[in-house]
């Protein structure tokens, strides 16, 4: 039997359930969808847990972190452990950086320092006419927010706001290059490509963060370019030994921007509870299966 680990108020937004349930039938697969917030679960009763959609850890991340750890003394999470403890709070970004992933540029804001002294240095570092202040721990880009130089008030009120909730700070320029391009993101099964998607700019001037689970995305297929494989497959070849892994993950989705001179980099690394986006590409719910049968012998 194997677990999609969902939570009541993300059940029926979750698109991938139902294409994943169909292809898990049809392989034979027994499933169920379990709430990770549910009392009494026998987490041992499961051949595997898959982390699919329980949206809304990011408020509950101490509580989210203590039940991947007693899932995984029982049963095999994917992604394991030590995978999701890492990739929940996007620190990771700086550990990517620092091994020669081209990533976005970031900075952090922690919560007992000054914030007037961090977005100010900030600022001095890159010379972008707008940057984006969001929690370090988010996702949907929940609580994300597009400012201009001209609104550092605004900006400085949010940082403090995510402080007061003892909540870390990420900081990052705003690629103006998203507004046409999108973002392209990768998906990986088990370290092969399946299949890719165009994001639509999500983050608009003067529109307050989203209240919702997720901010609402325009989705499409898309053909990545050669350089956006290229970036995707080095991010690949890194993880397992980032995380001291003997092989690749299950899945992981890989987000791109292009940057001012229209190279791809980094923004964020999906290994927890990331879309997978199988109604955008034939097959992708099959050759999810097929790499979940071929590492856990369902």
């Not at 027994?30 to 982390?51: K, M, N, P, T």
Request: hydrophobic share 45%.
């Amino acid at each position: 039997m194997l677990a999609l680990v969902s939570v009541a108020a993300a059940h029926a937004l979750d698109e991938d359930l139902a294409p994943l349930s169909a292809a898990l039938d049809a392989e034979g697969i027994a499933h169920r969808v379990v709430y990770w917030d549910e009392a009494f679960v026998d987490w041992s009763h499961y051949r595997a847990v898959l982390i699919r959609s329980p949206w809304d850890y990011i408020d509950k991340l101490p509580e989210f972190l203590a039940w991947a750890a007693r899932v995984s003394a029982q049963s095999t999470l994917l992604n394991p452990l030590e995978v999701i403890t890492s990739n929940t709070d996007k620190h990771y970004l700086d550990v990517l950086a620092q091994r020669g992933i081209h990533t976005v540029p970031s900075r952090f804001i922690e919560p007992e320092q000054h914030a007037e002294d961090g977005l100010h240095a900030f600022l001095d570092a890159f010379g972008h006419a707008e940057f984006v202040v969001k929690p370090a721990v988010g996702a949907g880009s929940k609580d994300a927010q597009r400012y201009g130089r001209e609104d550092i008030d605004a900006a400085l009120m949010h940082i403090k706001r995510l402080q007061l909730k003892n909540r870390s700070t990420l900081l990052q320029p705003y690629l103006i290059k998203v507004d046409d391009a999108g973002e392209t993101a990768l998906l990986y099964f088990n370290g092969v490509y399946s299949h890719a998607i165009r994001k639509g700019p999500l983050l608009k001037r003067d529109e307050g963060p989203t209240e919702k689970l997720f901010a609402p995305e325009e989705i499409m297929a898309r053909v990545p370019g050669e350089d956006e494989m290229a970036l995707a497959e080095q991010v690949i070849a890194a993880l397992p030994a980032l995380f001291g892994l003997d092989g690749p993950l299950a899945y992981a989705r890989i987000d791109l921007l292009c940057d001012e001179d229209g190279r791809p980099c980094l923004l964020e690394l999906e290994l927890t509870e990331p879309s997978l986006f199988f109604n955008y590409a034939d097959g992708a719910a099959q050759r999810f299966v097929s790499a979940l049968k071929s590492r856990l012998s369902l």
